[in-house]
């Protein structure tokens, strides 16, 4: 199984920030992430006008772009309930990834590290801290129970995370972090 690491928080926290400056390092450090963002927006990766989007739009359940340097899958889901983050993860080439990162998802049970920025209005109180959060990323001094990493250092945060996978027997490993 891949290891699954969630980054969680309020809309307006910074997660994509983090992602962006993150994604990066982990490449440099060897580490190839994978991701998958959960969005509540009606989304399309197709564009109006592209003869895939109209092929998709004629009823085709799934439709495959593909070209030399990427391919994607789209695949139509109208009756489908919740998102299921396993059957995600599942669709992912693990001979390909280290790592799964998710944006979103907090109520999954997987590692997640959660965000806290003071300026979003919610108190600490409000953040849910569960067996599941490996630490809790701050822009305030936080007196918790789990490790509490500086939200504006993201290479601390890195450290943490390459630390976390690296103790789980290695990147790579059979013994990996727990997954979904």
Partial sequence: MI?????AAWSGTGKTTLLKKLIPELC???????????THHNMDVDKPGKDSYELRKAGAAQTLVASQQRWALMTETPEEGE?????????????????????GF???????ILLFREATGHAIDELVIDEHTIA??????????????????FE????????????????????SPESA
């Fill in 83 to 103: 998102l299921d983050l396993a059957w995600l993860v599942s669709r992912m080439d693990a001979s390909r990834l280290d790592l799964v990162l998710v944006e």
């Fill in 136 to 153: 809790v990323a701050s822009d305030i001094t936080l007196d918790i129970d789990v490790p509490v990493l500086d939200l504006n250092d």
């Fill in 28 to 38: 440099i450090r060897g580490i190839r992430p994978g991701l998958i963002k959960h």
């Fill in 156 to 175: 601390e945060i890195v450290e943490f995370i390459v630390g976390w996978l690296g103790g789980a027997g290695g990147f790579g490993s059979a013994a």
């Fill in 106 to 112: 907090k109520h999954e049970a997987v590692a997640k």
């Fill in 3 to 7: 290891p699954l690491l969630a980054i």
